[in-house]
């Protein structure tokens, strides 16, 4: 069934929310003014959206480390988010994790992971723990399509096949790991072929659609909550900037087959079909842009106003206290 257009226009908030997001990210690493390492998810935006927008609120994701736009469709704070990147006291984790590392349990994020298909496994727990719930609840797992050659992917989707676990596993197959094309490293062009060996759905999207992701989405969801198992769904996308914004660096990707990808925009192609349906013209658009600029601005304000963390807080929250 597809979304109402008050739904769709959400959607596209949310999904141009991502770019602002990453776009500011991006030229305030360049400045000097966010440390660590920034990986744009510039592009990828419809399959993070398309996912999270037919979840309920209870229902938990896990991340990679271009996990920015997973964070802002889950809902997560933009002001949080970026005092993290800031590196500032009022960051998610407290300015000690960067870009890689948010989570927000409030909200069903249980976190990025800086580590290939570290995540995996992380939520296929949480998979179980919905199972033994019994709530109805689900668990998505978001990763690459380098992450689909490691072990915990092949490990993780074994057991949640085996269980029944209430899962979906989604592939962000954007044709390159940090500079290797997956055709070097792959046997088959389709990671969701895979799913075959595991007697599971194997589902393959155009990720730069956001209501063909949303449709395939709603379809394994509803599998997950009458307790048939989990899906694997591979979404076709491309990520415009390199593998991360390092300073200097250099994208070995052809020029050409980046400009092509860029001509598949997602937003724009989204954007495109609201208007057509009339339930959008450019005068909104232009002012749905503008408070999401608004917000982006005060997001990097109360980052820049925030305290670093004290030196006597690096050793706070490393474990655990006893009960």
Known sequence: MAPTADKQLDMLRSMQTIRRFEERASDDYQSGDIYGVVHCYIGEEAVAVGICAALNPDDQIISTHRGHGHCIAKGADLKRMMAELYGRQTGYCKGKGGSMHIADFSIGMLGANGIVAGGIPIVTGAGLAAQLEGKGRV????????????????????IAAAWKLPMLYVCENNLYAASTAATSTLAHSDVAARAAGYGIPGVIVDGNDILAVY???????VRARKGEGPTLIECKTYRWRGHTERVGGVDPRPQEEIKAWKQK???ERFVAGLMDQGALNQEEWQKIDQNILNEIEEAVRFARESPFPEPDAALQDVFAESQ
């Not at 668990?139 to 074994?158: K, L, R, Y």
């Not at 449709?215 to 969801?221: C, K, N, Q, V």
């Open 215 to 221: 449709e395939a989405a709603e379809t394994a969801i």
């Open 139 to 158: 668990a998505v797992s978001f990763f690459g399509d380098g992450a689909s050659n490691a072990g915990p992917f092949h490990e993780s989707i074994n």
């Open 265 to 267: 925009d997602p937003i």
